[in-house]
């Protein structure tokens, strides 16, 4: 009857079972709340450096320019997303700005690459965080 059923334990650490699907529209809404936020550099669609404020979010990140006369950019990743540390051009050029780190978001998906540099006496650590 109705409301008697049992409920099946399943083993600690087990997954579900069936198919998983994901959603991949870059443009949807990002969830809340922010995880992490703070001021980057952006590397924008005409090849400038710009100061933005970069915030992170559990499906994806938003990028808004410090400068108000630029849109705020919203991207949620795709199951392949990566980001990864970048140099300048050379170890050379590193040690040169030691106050500068680069690193990219690559959404594979969409085929999208953002870069970004931290920069300060902590740079290194900001960008792996």
């Known amino acids: 009857t109705y409301g008697d059923e049992e409920e099946i334990a399943r083993p600690t650490g087990r ?3 069936g198919l998983v699907t994901f959603s991949a529209d870059a443009h949807m809404p990002l969830a ?3 995880l992490r936020s703070g001021e980057v550099w952006h590397l924008d669609e005409g090849n400038r450096l710009r ?3 970069l915030s992170l979010h ?3 990140f938003s990028v808004k320019p410090i ?3 630029f849109p705020e950019l919203s991207i949620t990743w795709s199951p392949f997303s990566l ?3 970048c140099r300048l051009h050379s170890e050379e050029m590193d040690k040169a700005r030691p106050w500068m780190r680069l690193f ?3 959404i594979f998906h969409h085929g999208l690459t953002h870069f970004f540099a931290t920069e300060g006496k902590e740079a290194d650590t900001e960008r792996a965080r």
Request: aromatic share 0%; glycine share 4%.
């Open 32 to 34: 809340s709340p922010t």
């Open 51 to 53: 100061k933005a404020v």
């Open 67 to 69: 400068e108000d006369e």
């Open 15 to 17: 997954h579900r079972e």
């Open 58 to 60: 559990a499906n994806g």
């Open 104 to 106: 990219k978001v690559s």
């Open 83 to 85: 980001v990864q540390a």
